[in-house]
Each structure stands twice: as structure tokens, then as C-alpha cells.
């Protein structure tokens, strides 16, 4: 009858040896990480300071990933999350000037959710094209927050036509004793110890509750879309909407609650830019984060585990351009013994073809390293763009989205 | 011991339901006993379809009654429908690839047992009570067509359905899926579940049913059990005396090839053979028809032959030309006309005007284009023509084709394809979904051009229209040629015989 | 349907979303407390001469870049990339002019040339990975964006000139300047002579899509894909192609300002006109017609909202949300009236049906 019928066993096991991965994957990284900063000398790679900016530069890509997740996930593309973001920005400064910064959060997230409804009225009740919808909201999300900077934000102290600085920021807390510990061990530089310290150490001082918030709400997303009956409607919503309409799911009213929480989401994500990232709103703050959010999204193959990787790859390489050329030139190292490792896990699996390429880019890389002495800050910038277009070229067949995603759904025209 | 059954589980009554300009059901009357398998057969257009969406709530009937177990009902939607009881299964399954079968059976009857453990054992139950043998956390991609149509009933079973409305269930599927299929509904049956099984297919009515109704022309002509009706009786009671087939004039059949395939095989970039080893000539002036379940490679044949497919292995060769590495527009430029089987998506442009539609598929040649220009007079005036030839209902060329209805849009497309004097007409079923005027009058159009020497490759489930129509009858099975008729002594059972795979081991 | 009441239809969407955008705008800037109505008294004020010159300047500009994105639309490839390709293709342009490897208006045309290639290239990688690897255009184009302008970034810091904060490529030599005329008075400015690209990229776009058999394999691509390659068009072709053509226009956008104004590329380069781009092709409807009223129209405000930074209260930002409110008001409009359209001559072919029935009499009955 059926044809392949794995035992619940065989399932378990599968899912175990899949987070045994993640587990390996983890721990590699950490050990070429920490191998690349004794070889090269080079301890800005992984250092307190470092990694407390990947957090930071980390958490805002990621939101605006997390809001991409839930609106794709219903099957409505959302590439209006930078639009979405930068209302989320304003919404962020004028909530916190008057109030306080968690009300600032609340605006941010209300802004954002307002850019939501805005796509979710053109693409699902007028069933407007997604990506046209989402570039008039990126262009009215930009024009909106510049208009009402300038009217609203001109005579404050502090304001400007195109800035509110000297806001408020959310609590920030410091684990006394293990912070320092920690930030002492990781100036250490030890090998695997001190890096795993620095991780401690940029976990534990001077930490933003908000920066504790996105990882929370990624939990919440990912519990609520996958482990809910309200979840199961919505993702079924971006798979095959007839079906779900022909079992009394409200797919309109679902397509609708995902749009906003992603608007919501990317502008929670904006809000962390003015609030935690910088001191201060200024126009043009986002620079194409929702964008970057975008490529996350897709990075990480629409899941929310993904999503994390994606976001945190480009976050790291995001805060490594601004602090240190040197250690983007470590960088080189890292992605060399990366590549190298991977043709090595190609080649046991027999597959020489893509082992071969795989270890003749491995060994540019690291030509690359030894001939040079920096890399142009630009080119670190380029990394997520160009490692998602990579990963779109050469991996497309491995990712998955929604099976409805981005295409029109008018009630009743099926069955 | 359907005869232990006292209770009716459906009656219908005096059901009409009516649309703009057409009858779909009138005076219908069938009554269901509890716990047996009534099998309500009829052809294409026979208003089986009306009827079932009324049951299930999706339609409103504009006239009957609709009483289910001895209490008269008002079904506003399929919800009402579930709530009492009735379950149906749509023959092209509604079910979401990506999601896993669990997932999919839930969804939307969440309310019952969650979505979790509980929801997972009562799935894994049901599955093992009927012998579906479904894995409730696999994902429905992995899954073939029978385990498909297992979990459309799985879904219909975990809502608490009594009565399951099966829409066509065995045309997807192969002879053993079939067999495996009536295993379960056997079990349902002894279950005391009661089943309406929707088929135009005789044999496996007769295979199955405890009780018959026939349906022709929106409605209900009379009933019947198994034991006491040949199948013979039964495809009269559907077809009746007066239904148009088309009549066979003398034959026309030159001996100069037009098409030849030789053992042109097709493998899809997964391995999975689509065609294997077909070889075919067509002869100017010849029918030739393709008779097969649905999805035994047909459309795949057809687009090897119009060179949207690239045959794998073997040559197709036009009159005295290899034209295997061609693509399409070459061949139809070297006079190839493409009926195809879904007009809507490969037929037409639904929102651009009728002059543009006469366009498509003859970009590159007179009298709607010259050189590399649109021609547009030259198209306006030729449309005119095809309407006028045709007998296309439409205000003007400039209406939008959307605007047409089925048999109006399948007539102009037919009377674009025969433009330019065609040497070959693909044509998959050319009358599917149209009204019996334009039936018959693209019959009569395919005729004539027969006569004038055109050659045909005619696919179709009508078997009807494959034995009035064709010269020559070849059977489509698993992508392989399995059996070769003679329509003058062939009956649509033998056909039907030759389309399940029977006869694999005879011809 | 008579051709009046077709084309009072067609001008129903767009006048109906200028209509809701104004109404918006005049919302947004009442509730920040300032005067709509002195908000629309400048902007609908006579410009003055010098104004004049850059609406028809920018016009030209922005007229280009709604060509490029309308040929992707019209066969429904989302070309997200205009706005990389030609910030791409300027700075190559004005380096190669720069140089001045070429005399006079030889080195002109060589630029040109190399920006139509430029743009066409960046493009094209967007396409060839659609047709061989199946990567949404809309996605790559939208990373290549990135990769464009931080490449670009990179190069002119790299190779650039140093002069004060900013850097530039090369100043064009005098004779490859292409000027224009001066309709007003000198110091009003010129019309840039190069603008002319504008209309022949207008003209040659409205014979290609409705006179030439490639024009029609490209509409009838992006009105059906399927019914496009059941009639013989060879899709992945017809994308690279496209996406090809889209580029290389995008890669003019902003010439006739590089020879007519700037002479080289630095902080005069004039971005965000990719996007603006889109947005006239989605107002226009991605007709060579309505891509023209949009960019008037975009050009008018944005030139007119210069006024009120000196006169008024009112941020001239606000015109964005104009222009923003207008594209999303008028694709819905469009969706509206394409659903009505389509009621309607439903209705006029029953209408027709009903006539035949009744002139044929009671012989059908049976």
C-alpha cells in the first residue's frame, strides 16, 4: 500500500541526528573560529566587542526575517519589510520622546503593523500583485517617515528635519560577577576557551532587553506558526489556500493577521535600530536591512531555525565591516577552512564533481588571504547579497517555500 | 446485508438547480439506503457534478428537497454539510504537498482533538481500522496518488462522516490502486458507513455498487442493483437513444505518412520514464486516437509531438522531415495545428481581445503577420471569417475572449487551428466541457478537414467521440502503446479493458 | 462596448487614484498642522522658467527608467534591478567619457554604448539565473541592487578623484558635452539634448509592443506563459531578452543629465530613479502613453515641492507619500475596473446570445 512507512522510532531518530548536526555544526564553527584567531593573531574576530555588535547588528536583520516568515509562511510576499522597517523607526522615536522606550516598541511594532494592513488590503482584498504593493509601501514607508520627521521631529530638543537623538534606550542589564569573569577569561586568548567566554561575556554585560526580546519572540513565532491550530491555518493558507477554504479556514482573515504581525515584526525590527543599534532615529537608518531580512528569509529556507543562521551570518559580517579590516582579512581564513571542510564532506559522500569546485574556491580563498593584507571594506558589505544569490544559484533545490507564496488567491474560485 | 438496511441515509427529491441559460438539474430523485455503496453514474455533462456540490452544500438547489436520515435539511454550506454527517471527496484532492498527513487531515477540524498527540493517535486509529496504512507525520509530497486519495477520505472520516461522496475516484488512478481502493470502501462499508460513488466507469460499478442510479441530461433516468443489469443495459440507460455521436462517413485514408514517431521515449529529469518506446504513423487523410486513463502519458505525447517536450530517445518525423530538435514554433509553422486539452491555460488569452487570440500560434505567418510585423487588419478580418465559419457567438473581435463562454471559446480556437490549411491537427479533447452544438459542430469541422486530406492525432476520454471520430484506435497505458483497435468492431468495454492495462499481455 | 465609454474606463483608475492620493496628502499634512490648501496652491502654481526645464529635464529621466522596468512588466518579469543597473552603467559611462580615450561625440557614443552594455549585463545575470537555475528575478535583482551600489561605492573610492569631501570619475572633456537647448534665458538652464533618448525610447517601445511579432510574443508571455509556449514562444529566451533590453534602457536613465549637466560621476549622481522608474511604469500601466503622464506628473511634483522647503511649513517629503499612494490607489483601481470591464461585456455577450434566441425563433426549443 503506502510505500515508504518510517516508524515513529525511525522519525525520533531522524530528528535527533538533525539537531546533532546543528549541535556539530556549532561546535565547528566555534573551533575554526578560534583555530583563525590564534593562526592569525588576529583576536578582533571573536572578541567581546565583536560579538556584542553581531548581537546587535544581528537583531534587527533578524526581525525583519521573522516578519518575511510570517507573511510568506500565509503566502503573501511581504518585500515591503523595509518600508515596514522604517516606519517602525519613526514610530520608534516619537513613542519613546513622549513616553517611554517599551511604548517606543509598541510604536515601532504599531508603525510597522500599519504598513502591514496597507499590503494586506492591496494584495489580499484587491488582490493586487505582492511585489507591486510592496514597492508602492516601500516608497510611501520612506516618503511617510521623512514627511513626518520633518513635521514632527524639527522643534524637539534634540530633533532635527531628519533625526530625534538623546532617546531613552530599554533597560540594559549586567550579570555582575560572570560578566566580568568571563570578559577577563575571553582576554585571555585561549584556544576554544576564551572565544566561548567572549560569547558569555557579550551575553551578560550591558545586555538590552530588547536585544532579549527578538530571540523570545522567534520562540513565540516559531511555536505559534508550527505547535498551534491557528499556525497549522495560517501555513496552510501559503501552501494550498483551495484546501484550506474547502475546510472552513478563513483564508482571507488568516492571509490578513500574518501581513500585520510581519509588518509588526519588521517594525519592531526598526525600532531596535533607533532605540538599541544607535542612540537616536535618523532617516535612512534602515539601509536596506529589510531587504537583508529578505535574503535571511530565504537563506534560511523559510524556518525559523534557518532564519537564525542567516541572520546571525549576516549580522556578524555586518559588525566585523565597521570595527576591524583585520579581522574581515582573518575572515578570508575562516570561509577558506569552511569551503575546504565541506569538499572534504563532498568527497566522502562521492560526489567528486562538486568537491572539486567546492575545493578549488576553498583554495582561492586562502590564496586570497596569504597574497593580500586587507580586504575593501565593500566587499564585506556585499556578503549577504552575494552569498543568498550563491545559495539561490547553486542550492535552489534544496529550498522550500510555501507552495502558494506570492501568488494571487480569490475566494471561491476553485471547488 | 444491504438488505438488513431499513434506514435511508440521503434522499433527494424533485432536486432542480438552474443557471443562466442552462439546465443543470431537474426532477432528480435518488434515494441511498444506509450503509451500502450507491454508485451514480452518467457521461461528462450529465449533471452528476451539480448534484453532488448540492449535497455537499456548496450549491443550493433552487427546487427539491434534500432529507438526510428520514429529516429534511437545509445545507448552506460544506460546514452544514460535515455537521451532518456528509463528507466529500473532490476528485482533484485538495490537499497541501508540504505539510504532513496529520497536518493535512486536521486542518480546519482542529476543535476535534488538537493538533498533537491526541489528533495523531485518532489519525493513526482510523488509518489502522481501514487498512490505509498511513504514516501520520509523513509529508503528503512523498506520497503516490492512492495514499493521496486515502487521506482525502481519512479526512472526510476524522469530521465524523457517515456518508462519503467519492467524485470520480478511480480516474487517477492504475488498476491496482483500484483494486486497493474498493479493499477500503468494502471495510467502510462493514463499518456502516454509506458511500455514493460518482463514475462514468461500468465495469467497476458493477464491481462495487449495491445500488445504481443513472443520470442523463441533469437528471435521474432510472435505477438499478447489479445482479439484474448487463453492462450493456446500463451504458444505454446513460448514453440514451438520442445522444449525438459522430457518425462515420467512408474512409479517407491515403497511404502517404504525415506523422511518424519511432520509439520516441520520454524520461523526465527524475529517471521516471513518461513514454516508452512509442511508435505511431498517421497517414493524410487518417484519424488516429488515443484512448487511455487520464495521465498515462497522453499529455506527454502530445507535447512531444508540438516539441514543448524534447522526446529523450527516437525521431518524430514530419511528412519527409526529422523534425526531433525542432521547437515549437517550427513546427507549427510547417503546418502543425495544436487543439489543446485546457484552452483556458494553453489555448487562449483569457483578458486579451478575440483578433490578438487569432494571433497565438501563428505569430510568424500570414495573414495576421508580415515579416516581423503584426499584421493587425490581416488578423481582424480573419477573425472575422472564423466567426462567421465557425458560428463563434460573439459581439464583436474586440470583446475579451474571458468574456466567451466554454464551446464559443473551444470553436474559435478550433477555427484558428485549422487556419492555414494544416497538414496535422493535434487534437486533445477538442470538445471536452462544451456545449452539444458546438460538439457536434467541431466534429463536423474535424470531419470535413479529414476529407481534405488533413491528418489527425485525436486524444480523448470520450470513447464515444474516439470511435465515431477515428480511423484507427491505439490505447495509452503507463506511457506505453498496449493495445491497436479497429473502431468499426470495437465497443467502448473493450476499450475500457485495454485502458486499465487487461489486455497488456493479449495484444 | 463604444470606444468613448473603453476610453473614459481607461482614465477611470488613474484619475480615481490621483484623486484618492491628493485627498490622502491633503489628510497627512491637515493632521501634521499645516495648510493643504497652501500645500496645493504652490504645487498647482505656474512654474517658473527655470522650474519649466527641470520638469522636462527630469521627465526625460525618469521616463527612461519607467521604460526599462515596463518591458520586464509587460511580460511579468519584476525587474527590481533598474535601480542597480543603471547607477552601474552611469559610473561606467562616465569613466569610459571621462577618460576620453574617444574624440568629440565619438566618445560620447562610445559611452553610450558601454552604459546600454553595462546596464544590459547586470541585468542579464538576473535572467540566465531565472532561465538556468530558476531564481525569482525579483529576488536577485534585488541583491544585485545591493552588490551594484556597494561595487560602485567601492570603485569610485577606489579609482575616483579626490575633490573636497567627495569623490568623482574624471570631468568630461568640452567637446563630448552634449549641452542642449536653452528655451528661456541662459541662466534658466538647458533642455538637455540628450532627453531626445527619452522619445526615441518612447516611440521605439510603443512599435515594438504593438506593431512587431517580438512585441507580441512579449505580452502574450506575460498574459499567459503557458498558452505563450503551447503557441511557440520560446520562453527562457524571451526572458533573457527581455531582461536584456530592460537593462540596457535602464543603463541610459541618467545620460542626458551625466552630458548635459554633471560631466562626471560623484555627488551629482542622481539616485532612486529605478524606483521611481517602477513606479511611473505601474501608474502607466506599462504604456509608452501613461509611463509619459506619469513622469510628468512624478517630475511636476517633485520639482514643484521645492518651493515649499522656502515658502511654507510643509516638508517637501510629502509629495512621497503622494506619489507612493498614487502607485498602490491606481494598480487597485486598475483591479477594480478590470473586474468591472469584465462584468460588463459578460453581459453584453449574453445580451447578444439572448438576440440571436429570439431571432431564431421558437425552432431551437426543442
Not at chain 2, 309 to 335: C, M, P
Not at chain 3, 223 to 229: C, D, I, P, R
Request: hydrophobic share 50%.
Amino acid at each position: 500500500m503506502s510505500t515508504t512507512t518510517a516508524t515513529p522510532q525511525a522519525r525520533m531518530m531522524r530528528a535527533r541526528k538533525f539537531s546533532h548536526a546543528w549541535l556539530l555544526i556549532t561546535v565547528l564553527v566555534i573551533v575554526a573560529l578560534s583555530a583563525v584567531r590564534v593562526i592569525t593573531g588576529v583576536h578582533e574576530i571573536d572578541s567581546t566587542g565583536t560579538l556584542r555588535a553581531a548581537a546587535i547588528a544581528t537583531c534587527p536583520i533578524l526581525m525583519a526575517a521573522l516578519g518575511g516568515l510570517w507573511s510568506e509562511r500565509a503566502g503573501v510576499v511581504n518585500i515591503g519589510l523595509e518600508g515596514q522597517m522604517i516606519l517602525g523607526t519613526w514610530g520608534a522615536a516619537y513613542f519613546t520622546y513622549y513616553y517611554d522606550p517599551w511604548i517606543g516598541v509598541l510604536g515601532a511594532a504599531l508603525m510597522g503593523a500599519l504598513g502591514g494592513l496597507l499590503h494586506a488590503v492591496a494584495t489580499v482584498t484587491f488582490g493586487v500583485d505582492h511585489i507591486v504593493s510592496g514597492v508602492a509601501i516601500n516608497i510611501i514607508g520612506l516618503g511617510a517617515a521623512e514627511f513626518l520627521a520633518e513635521a514632527y521631529f524639527k522643534n524637539l530638543e534634540g530633533g532635527g528635519v531628519k533625526q530625534l537623538t538623546g532617546l531613552a534606550s530599554p533597560t540594559e542589564m549586567t550579570i555582575p560577577g560572570v560578566s566580568d569573569a568571563a570578559a577577563d577569561i575571553a582576554t585571555q586568548h585561549w584556544f576554544v576557551v576564551s572565544d566561548l567566554a567572549a560569547v558569555v561575556a557579550a551575553l551578560t554585560s550591558r545586555l538590552s532587553l530588547l536585544t532579549v526580546l527578538v530571540p523570545v519572540l522567534v520562540v513565540a513565532s516559531a511555536w505559534i506558526l508550527w505547535r498551534t491550530a491557528f499556525g497549522l491555518r495560517l501555513r496552510s493558507c501559503g501552501e494550498n489556500p483551495a484546501a484550506a477554504e474547502s475546510l472552513g479556514v478563513h483564508v482571507y482573515r488568516h492571509k490578513y493577521i500574518a501581513v500585520i504581525v510581519s509588518g509588526a515584526m519588521a517594525g519592531i525590527g526598526g525600532g531596535y535600530l533607533a532605540l538599541v543599534a544607535s542612540s537616536g532615529f535618523t532617516t535612512g537608518q534602515t539601509g536596506g536591512r529589510g531587504f537583508i531580512g529578505l535574503a535571511a528569509m530565504i537563506f534560511g529556507n523559510w524556518r525559523p531555525g534557518g532564519i537564525v543562521g542567516g541572520s546571525l551570518m549576516f549580522g556578524y559580517t555586518d559588525s566585523l565591516t565597521l570595527r576591524s579590516t583585520d579581522a574581515v582579512h582573518a575572515l578570508l581564513l575562516l570561509v577558506g577552512i569552511g569551503l575546504a571542510v565541506y569538499a572534504l564532506w563532498r568527497l566522502r559522500q562521492g560526489r567528486v564533481a562538486s568537491a572539486g569546485v567546492l575545493g578549488a574556491i576553498s583554495v582561492g580563498f586562502f590564496a586570497w588571504f596569504l597574497l593580500t593584507d586587507s580586504v575593501p571594506r565593500e566587499f564585506t558589505g556585499m556578503t549577504p547579497y552575494v552569498a543568498t544569490l550563491l545559495v539561490l544559484a547553486f542550492a535552489a533545490q534544496r529550498l522550500r517555500m510555501p507552495a502558494a507564496d506570492g501568488l494571487r488567491y480569490r475566494r471561491g474560485e476553485s471547488i | 446485508m444491504a438488505d438488513t438496511a431499513t434506514t435511508h441515509a440521503v434522499v433527494l427529491r424533485d432536486i432542480g438547480k438552474r443557471f443562466p441559460g442552462v439546465v443543470a438539474n431537474h426532477d432528480v430523485d435518488i434515494t441511498i439506503r444506509t450503509g451500502t455503496v450507491h454508485a451514480l453514474i452518467g457521461e461528462n455533462g450529465a449533471g452528476k457534478s451539480t448534484l453532488m456540490k448540492i449535497l455537499y452544500g456548496v450549491q443550493r438547489p433552487d427546487e427539491g428537497a434534500i432529507i438526510l436520515g428520514g429529516q429534511e435539511v437545509q445545507l448552506h454550506s460544506p460546514t452544514d454539510a460535515i455537521a451532518h454527517g456528509i463528507g466529500m471527496v473532490f476528485q482533484h484532492f485538495m490537499l497541501a504537498d508540504n505539510l504532513t498527513v496529520l497536518e493535512n487531515v486536521v486542518l480546519g477540524a482542529e476543535k476535534l482533538h488538537g493538533i498533537g498527540d491526541a489528533a495523531r493517535k485518532t489519525v493513526a486509529e482510523l488509518s489502522d481500522r481501514y487498512g490505509f496504512g498511513l504514516d501520520p507525520d509523513q509529508l503528503v509530497e512523498e506520497l503516490g496518488v492512492g495514499d493521496r486519495q486515502r487521506i482525502e477520505i481519512l479526512k472526510v472520516l476524522y469530521r465524523g462522516a457517515k456518508t462519503i461522496i467519492l467524485d470520480e475516484p478511480t480516474a487517477v488512478l492504475v488498476p491496482q490502486e483500484v483494486d486497493a481502493l474498493f479493499e477500503n470502501l468494502r471495510v467502510l462499508k462493514e463499518e456502516d458507513h454509506t458511500i455514493l460513488f460518482i463514475s462514468h466507469k461500468l465495469d467497476e460499478v458493477l464491481a462495487i455498487a449495491d445500488d445504481i442510479t443513472v443520470m442523463r441530461r441533469g437528471t435521474t433516468v432510472g435505477q438499478a442493483r447489479p445482479g439484474s443489469v448487463t453492462k450493456h443495459e446500463l451504458a444505454e440507460m446513460m448514453v440514451g437513444s438520442e445522444l449525438p455521436t459522430p457518425a462515420k462517413e467512408g474512409s479517407t485514408v491515403t497511404d502517404e505518412v504525415q506523422l511518424e514517431l519511432a520509439n520516441v521515449s520520454v524520461v523526465d529529469p527524475r529517471g521516471r520514464s513518461l513514454l516508452t518506446d512509442i511508435s505511431i504513423t498517421i497517414h493524410r487523410g487518417e484519424v488516429l486516437g488515443i484512448a487511455g486513463v487520464e495521465g498515462n502519458g497522453q499529455a506527454e505525447l502530445v507535447e512531444t509531438i508540438m516539441g514543448i517536450r524534447k522526446a529523450t530517445y527516437g525521431q518524430v518525423r514530419l511528412g519527409d522531415v526529422d523534425i526531433t530538435s525542432w521547437e515549437t514554433r517550427g513546427r507549427r509553422e510547417a503546418g502543425i495545428g495544436y487543439i489543446p486539452e485546457d484552452r483556458h491555460r494553453h489555448g487562449l488569452l483569457l483578458d486579451s481581445p478575440l483578433w490578438e487570440n487569432r494571433i497565438l500560434g501563428h505569430q510568424t505567418r500570414r495573414p495576421v503577420a508580415k515579416g516581423m510585423w503584426i499584421d493587425r487588419s490581416g488578423a481582424r478580418e480573419d477573425t472575422d471569417r472564423i466567426i462567421e465559419q465557425y458560428d463563434v457567438r460573439t459581439p464583436s473581435t474586440d470583446t475579451l475572449c474571458r468574456a466567451l463562454s466554454g464551446g464559443n471559446q473551444q470553436k474559435l480556437v478550433v477555427g484558428r487551428e485549422m487556419s492555414g490549411a494544416p497538414a496535422l491537427l493535434i487534437a486533445s479533447h477538442p470538445t471536452r466541457g462544451v456545449d452539444v452544438g458546438a460538439q457536434a459542430a467541431i466534429w463536423e469541422h474535424i470531419k470535413r478537414a479529414r476529407k481534405d486530406g488533413l491528418a489527425v492525432l485525436l486524444v480523448s476520454a470520450d470513447l464515444d467521440e474516439l470511435i465515431g471520430l477515428s480511423d484507427r484506435i491505439e490505447v495509452l497505458h503507463r506511457g506505453r502503446l498496449v493495445a491497436e483497435f479497429d473502431p468499426r468492431d470495437v465497443t467502448p468495454q473493450d476499450l475500457g479493458a485495454a485502458m486499465t492495462g487487461a489486455h497488456e499481455d493479449a495484444s | 462596448m463604444s470606444i468613448v465609454r473603453r476610453f473614459g474606463m481607461g482614465l477611470l483608475a488613474p484619475l480615481t487614484a490621483v484623486a484618492a492620493a491628493m485627498l490622502i496628502t491633503s489628510i497627512v499634512i491637515s493632521l501634521s498642522g499645516s495648510s493643504a490648501i497652501e500645500f496645493w496652491e504652490i504645487i498647482f502654481s505656474r512654474p517658473a522658467d527655470r522650474v519649466f526645464v527641470n520638469i522636462v529635464n527630469q521627465t526625460s529621466l525618469i521616463y527612461l527608467a519607467g521604460l526599462a522596468a515596463a518591458i520586464g512588466f509587460r511580460m511579468n518579469l519584476f525587474n527590481i534591478g533598474v535601480e542597480g543597473q543603471y547607477t552601474l552603467a552611469s559610473y561606467a559611462a562616465a569613466s569610459l567619457a571621462g577618460a576620453a580615450l574617444f574624440p568629440g561625440l565619438l566618445n560620447v557614443f562610445m559611452s553610450l554604448l558601454l552604459a546600454v552594455a553595462v546596464g544590459a549585463a547586470w541585468a542579464g545575470i538576473a535572467g540566465v539565473l531565472k532561465v538556468t537555475r530558476g531564481v525569482s528575478e525579483v529576488i536577485s535583482t534585488i541583491m544585485l541592487n545591493a552588490i551594484a551600489i556597494t561595487l560602485v561605492g567601492y570603485l569610485l573610492n577606489r579609482y575616483g578623484v579626490k575633490v573636497g569631501n567627495g569623490v568623482r570619475t574624471e570631468v568630461i572633456p568640452d567637446g563630448s558635452r552634449v549641452d542642449g537647448w536653452f528655451p528661456f534665458a541662459e541662466p534658466d538652464g538647458p533642455v538637455w539634448a540628450l532627453g531626445l533618448l527619452a522619445v526615441l525610447g518612447g516611440i521605439g517601445f510603443w512599435v515594438l509592443l504593438n506593431k512587431t511579432r517580438f512585441g507580441f510574443d512579449l505580452r502574450a508571455t506575460g498574459a499567459s506563459q503557458s498558452a505563450a509556449v503551447a503557441s511557440g514562444v520560446n520562453v527562457n529566451k524571451m526572458v533573457v531578452y527581455s531582461m536584456l533590453m530592460s537593462g540596457g534602457i535602464a543603463g541610459l536613465i541618467w545620460m542626458p543629465s551625466l552630458f548635459g549637466a554633471a560631466y562626471s560621476y560623484g555627488t551629482t549622481f542622481q539616485a532612486f530613479l529605478g524606483f521611481t522608474g517602477i513606479a511611473v511604469a505601474l501608474l502607466g500601466r506599462n504604456q509608452p502613453v501613461g509611463i509619459l503622464v506619469g513622469a510628468v506628473l512624478f517630475a511636476f511634483l517633485n520639482e514643484q515641492s521645492n518651493r515649499l522647503t522656502l515658502e511654507t511649513d510643509i516638508s517637501a517629503n510629502v509629495v512621497q507619500i503622494t506619489q507612493g499612494v498614487i502607485v498602490l490607489a491606481v494598480v487597485v483601481a486598475y483591479e477594480v475596473v478590470r473586474r468591472y470591464r469584465t462584468k460588463l461585456e459578460q453581459r453584453s455577450v449574453t445580451e447578444t446570445l439572448e438576440a440571436d434566441k429570439t431571432a431564431k425563433g421558437k425552432a431551437v426549443s426543442a
